[in-house]
């Protein structure tokens, strides 16, 4: 699945995916990963591989973004062997300054549990795969069953607000969940 970690609450410091492949992996095989909904300029971007986690110290090679496909294209430089973990992760650790320049960002929706338009093919000496839905992606910043409820309901006079809402990912003491009302007519007295 995809996993996205963050570091104290700025863009993704990287991207991690993880494989179970029955096939032999090898040098010059071609993996696309799309991820609809993604954004950030066409760009090179370092991808690290291995069979554990990567590290800093595993060699990156260079992952290509389209933004108008929303893919990562990479090709592996060595054999991966079937039947073992094959994790990859593409590294946005390495700007100093605007990471959303440097990588590429999340949906602005957010990306939802086990978004089936998530997807992973390869173009491999073996035999190709044809795009695939990952099995498990990790929820980011999405939220279902919304609803806004006003009490009483009615223009120009003073309402309660009633939001409903389920996040599909955990929200942790002190973080929050700002509303945005349209229009400079909304004036906000209270929250509870």
Known sequence: GVEQRADGGVPPASYLLYLNHSFDAGAGDVF?????????????????????????????????WNSSAATLTFSLLGLMPKFKPLYIELDCDGANEGLSDYCINLPAYGVAPNQSDVTLAVSAAAG??????????????????????????????????????VPS????PGETVALVLPGPDFVVAGAS
Not at 169 to 172: A, F, G, Q
């Open 169 to 172: 990912m955990p929200l942790l």
């Open 32 to 64: 696309t990963l799309v991820l609809p909904g993604f954004t950030g300029s066409d760009k090179e971007l370092a991808v690290r591989y291995d069979i554990v986690p990567p590290s800093p110290q595993t060699a990156p090679v260079t992952g290509f």
């Open 128 to 165: 190709s795969v044809l795009p695939t839905t990952l099995f498990f992606t990790q929820a980011v910043g999405s939220f279902s069953n919304t609803s806004l409820a006003f009490d009483p309901p009615g223009a120009g006079r003073r309402a309660g607000l009633n939001l409903s809402l």
